[in-house]
């Protein structure tokens, strides 16, 4: 049986300290730093001996100056055409439902949800069914966020902690070919930088439809330092540590049938001190959150009236989640290249109540069951770079050492209204995964470069079951990744590139060890530790339109195995499908008239097919819920007087529920829209309105088994459905301080 610690109150008395001596007095960051900044740093020469000398230098160095656009294009640096990077303007002035949103800025990638907010968010992108993470790879600020072998889901990517105020830049990237990117990163992968320091310390509080409310506080400041101790100015010698503390609260009920009561608090502290030549930061997180939960429903009770749209079968599902997580990082540059390290721990607890199936296994109690996990993360990375020369060329190369430890307890278990009615399967995972990498960039002509790179990567299990003896165990596997991108150009303000390389995504310790089926208890399948992919894409990215920054990619993925959900047998694991080819086309273009304006339009087409036909039982070769076309709008103006504006609309088409095609669930067009109102150079009010046409549509649809009552008859094939949520307005107030 689970055991849930209340470790808010434990932390509360740490967050109040932390707020009673912090100061969170006026702040423009260090004197004589922009604001606008990335990571507030400052460029500055390297130390001189004497502190006084080195004033007396500083002061004939001109100030830096520092232009930052919205969209990076990356030309002349990116390696790939559908990869780039999205900064802290272009998230500003756009409205989103829930924080997770936020990566939907990634071309292509969509973002949904089939249950309560505190849940991870379920995320697609060139025809992959994440679920909730698998083959798509995420860090906050360092922090690698999926989680292999989870209670719930393989490689369960949870971004409710993400807070979108203190994001500096997402870089991402798609396809496996960089060699720096391993676990889950096959379709792509996306690190969220957060900011060092704000331009302004800043109290939002945020009222909307549903009960919705949250306040946000967060500041930074630099800290005392030797320099002041001795008089001198600290604006010339930027040698003070920055400390940055943001705190987030928020309710919501939501517009359904039996409220959320979500209950979040969110908390971040950083500490960073140097520029982007030398420096180093250290970050504590700390994140709970508890609900309840509508899952999806049979659209058959829908749409008869049997069950109102935003309904629920089970109104005792649930989630309680909790993380708390230190990381640091130090960086320099050297004579001749650079180096950097990275390292985190991270403490993670999570309790869901889920019930997808009603009353088909169990007819008197009911299906409903607990997924609990408790879990300790350690994480390192260290990477080395040197340039030189490569046959008389500009050449680079970078290495690096990748490890990281889970220490995972497990649980699932039969339950009634969250009262555990007995044990399905319980045990204890120690997973290890170990990469190194290799990757060299040299310039042969003014007009090509290449980087060519090789991974490799080892796994090592060792399940302890309480259940069944027979599933206790270990399993080990290795994986070479090559990886080659060729870049040709600059011509016109125009590149090309050729992609090429292999990835991989770790499958669930329990579902590859287990040797019987702890629901069936019929033998379980072979299925191997990692599951390989091979990506390949030709591509361009443009500037030679005036103001318009385009690229354009046609891509392939190959998978050797699908990772695929169970929700009727195998509760809360996870098992491999065959074989999958996906093809794809995408079209990125952002139109910038101007410093205050900018249109943003999407386009992403995708085939995704198993490779053989009437694989895995069934007939048919359509991969279920593969989205094949996701397109989105957006335009964005900024500090039109006192006015901004950005609007989204996000067009997501129709897919297929089952593999040979039958059941379909229908497209999606989505609008939103934030219009905010400068009321001083410290004071701003917002208006988001979510779903501004109010129309209804489904985050997700399934097709799957069950049975609606206990004397009702099993459905089979049914199609299940989480609905979207309605219109709905937020009113927020920003005083900065």
């Not at 990082?329 to 721990?345: I, M, N, P, Q």
Request: charge should be negative; include cysteine.
């Amino acid at each position: 049986m689970s055991k849930k610690t209340d470790v808010g109150a434990f932390f509360a008395p740490c967050w109040l300290l932390v707020l009673a001596s912090t100061s969170m007095a006026q702040n423009t960051g260090p004197q004589g730093t922009s604001p606008d900044q990335p990571n507030g740093l400052i460029d500055h020469v390297s130390p001189l001996a004497p502190i006084v000398e080195k004033q007396e230098a500083q002061k004939a160095v001109l100030p830096t100056v520092v232009v930052k656009g919205r969209v990076d294009n990356g030309l002349g640096t990116s390696d790939a055409a559908s990869g780039g990077v999205i900064s802290a303007a272009s998230l500003a002035d756009l409205a989103v439902l829930r924080p997770g949103d936020t990566l939907q800025s990634v071309p292509g990638l969509v973002v949904t949800q089939h249950s309560g907010d505190g849940k991870a968010n379920q995320y697609f992108l060139r025809g992959y069914n994440l679920d909730h993470g698998t083959d798509f790879a995420v860090s906050v600020d360092g922090v690698v966020a999926n989680k292999p072998t989870h209670a719930h889901g393989q490689g369960y990517l949870d971004l409710n902690s993400l807070i979108p105020e203190l994001i500096d830049h997402i870089d991402y990237k798609k396809g496996p070919y960089d060699a720096s990117h391993g676990n889950f990163a096959s379709a792509g992968s996306a690190d969220v930088v957060y900011k060092n320091s704000l331009a302004a310390n800043v109290f939002d509080y945020t009222l909307g439809a549903y009960g919705y409310q949250r306040i946000l506080l967060a500041g930074s400041k630099p800290l005392l330092s030797a320099n002041t101790a001795l008089g001198l100015d600290t604006s010339l010698i930027p040698d003070a540590p920055i400390a940055l503390l943001a705190l987030e609260l928020q309710h919501q009920d939501g517009p359904w049938q039996v409220p959320e009561k979500l209950q979040k608090v969110n908390g971040v502290l950083k500490l960073s001190q140097g520029s982007a030549s030398l420096g180093w930061s250290v970050t504590g997180a700390y994140y709970t959150s508890h609900w309840n939960a509508t899952d999806q429903v049979p659209l058959s009770m829908i749409s008869s009236g049997q069950l109102p749209r935003l309904g629920t079968m089970n109104p005792s599902d649930g989630g309680d989640s909790a993380r708390m997580a230190l990381s640091g990082e130090h960086h320099e540059s050297l004579d001749d290249g650079y180096r950097k390290w990275s390292a985190f721990v991270e403490h993670e607890t999570l309790t869901l109540w889920s019930d997808f199936t009603f009353f088909k296994l169990r007819p008197v109690s009911g299906d409903q069951f607990e997924q609990n996990e408790g879990r300790n993360v350690f994480g390192a990375n260290w990477v080395q770079g040197w340039y030189h020369e490569l046959l008389g060329w500009d050449s680079s190369t970078e290495m690096g050492l990748q490890v990281r430890y889970d220490n995972i307890n497990l649980g699932l278990f039969n339950t009634q209204t969250r009262r555990v009615l007995s044990m399905v399967s319980q045990g204890h995972v120690d997973e290890w995964m170990t990469g190194v990498y290799a990757k060299n960039m040299t310039t042969w002509t003014p007009w090509a470069r290449s980087v060519i790179g090789a991974r490799m990567d080892q796994v090592n299990m060792r399940l302890g079951a309480q259940e069944n003896v027979l599933n206790s165990g270990h399993a080990s596997a290795a994986q070479l990744s090559p990886k080659l991108s060729v870049i040709l150009g600059p011509w016109a303000q125009t590149e090309t590139f050729f992609n090429a390389g292999r990835g991989f995504h770790s499958n669930d310790a329990r579902g590859v060890i287990d040797k019987v089926d702890p629901t069936t208890l019929t033998l379980s399948p072979a299925i191997p530790a990692l599951a390989s992919s091979f990506g390949s894409e030709v591509g361009l990215r443009t500037q030679f339109i005036k103001n318009v920054q385009s690229s354009f990619s046609l891509w392939q993925l190959k998978s050797s195995s699908e990772l695929i959900y169970n929700t009727d047998s195998d509760l809360g694991s996870t098992s491999a499908n065959g074989a999958s080819n996906r093809v794809g086309v995408e079209w990125h273009n952002h139109y910038a008239p101007n410093e205050q304006a900018f249109v943003d339009v999407d386009l992403a087409w995708t085939k995704a097919r198993f490779e053989n036909m009437n694989d895995n039982g069934e007939v048919g070769n359509h991969i279920p819920n593969a989205v094949g076309k996701v397109g989105m709008l957006r335009v964005g103006v900024h500090r039109w007087g006192p006015w901004s504006m950005g609007w989204e609309t996000r067009y997501i088409g129709a897919y297929p529920l089952t593999q040979d095609g039958s059941q379909v669930a229908p497209s999606v067009l989505v609008s939103n829209l934030r219009i905010k109102r400068t009321i001083n150079d410290s004071t701003h009010l917002s208006i988001d309105l979510l779903n501004v046409f109010n129309r209804q549509y489904f985050d997700m649809a399934y097709s799957q088994d069950y049975q609606v009552s206990r004397v009702a008859m099993p459905v089979f094939s049914g199609i299940t459905v989480h609905p979207g949520e309605p219109r709905q307005m937020r009113l927020a107030l920003s005083i900065g301080f």
